[in-house]
């Protein structure tokens, strides 16, 4: 059995599909960013505070720039369900900005091993906060957290 370890730069993407718009509405996250360049970023939950206000608004916004600085494709991932998830993207304003992907199993939080235990708060496991930079399937840069914004995605593909 192999050893769990957190996702790194360097790394390549899982081939793990999850689901878009409705269950059985799969996209396979290594096929979506094959050939491209592009930002995968993760939230603990939708209609979540600072999920709703900060982190998928300000990829909403710097939508344009992003593409601009090169990003062919910008994915939102949370450990939610799919109808969950693209009515969130629909209350945001999402369509043809940031395609809304929900990890209803939470087998790609898993196989990032970005698992956050939200029991308390959320009622499961959901995912840590996070933003990669990823060009054709490999994880470039990393950001957790507070490094999970829009602007740090920016600054990392201009550069």
Same mark, same amino acid.
């Given at each position: 059995?192999?050893?769990?370890?957190?996702?790194?730069?360097?790394?390549?993407?899982?081939?793990?599909?999850?689901?878009?718009?409705?269950?059985?509405?799969?996209?396979?996250?290594?096929?979506?960013?094959?050939?491209?360049?592009?930002?995968?970023?993760?939230?603990?939950? /939708?209609? !979540?505070?600072?999920?709703?206000? *900060?982190? @998928?608004?300000?990829? =909403?916004?710097?939508? #344009?720039? &992003?593409?601009?600085?090169?990003?062919?494709?910008?994915?939102?991932?949370?450990?939610?369900?799919?109808?969950?998830?693209?009515?969130?993207?629909?209350?945001?304003?999402?369509?043809?900005?940031?395609?809304?992907? /929900?990890? !209803?199993?939470?087998?790609?939080? *898993?196989? @990032?091993?970005?698992? =956050?235990?939200?029991? #308390?708060? &959320?009622?499961?496991?959901?995912?840590?906060?996070?933003?990669?930079?990823?060009?054709?399937?490999?994880?470039?840069?990393?950001?957790?957290?507070?490094?999970?914004?829009?602007?740090?995605?920016?600054?990392?593909?201009?550069?």
């Amino acid at each position: 059995m192999a050893l769990k370890r957190k996702a790194e730069e360097g790394d390549m993407l899982p081939n793990i599909a999850v689901d878009e718009n409705k269950p059985g509405e799969t996209v396979n996250i290594l096929e979506l960013f094959k050939g491209k360049k592009g930002i995968l970023f993760a939230v603990p939950g /939708a209609f !979540t505070p600072t999920c709703s206000e *900060k982190h @998928l608004p300000g990829y =909403l916004e710097g939508a #344009a720039d &992003l593409k601009a600085a090169g990003a062919e494709v910008v994915a939102c991932v949370s450990v939610n369900d799919p109808f969950v998830m693209a009515a969130w993207g629909k209350q945001q304003g999402a369509a043809d900005k940031v395609r809304m992907l /929900a990890d !209803t199993r939470c087998e790609l939080t *898993k196989a @990032l091993d970005m698992e =956050l235990d939200a029991t #308390a708060k &959320l009622g499961n496991i959901r995912s840590k906060r996070y933003a990669m930079l990823i060009e054709d399937g490999k994880i470039l840069k990393l950001g957790m957290d507070n490094e999970a914004f829009a602007p740090v995605m920016l600054e990392a593909l201009k550069s």
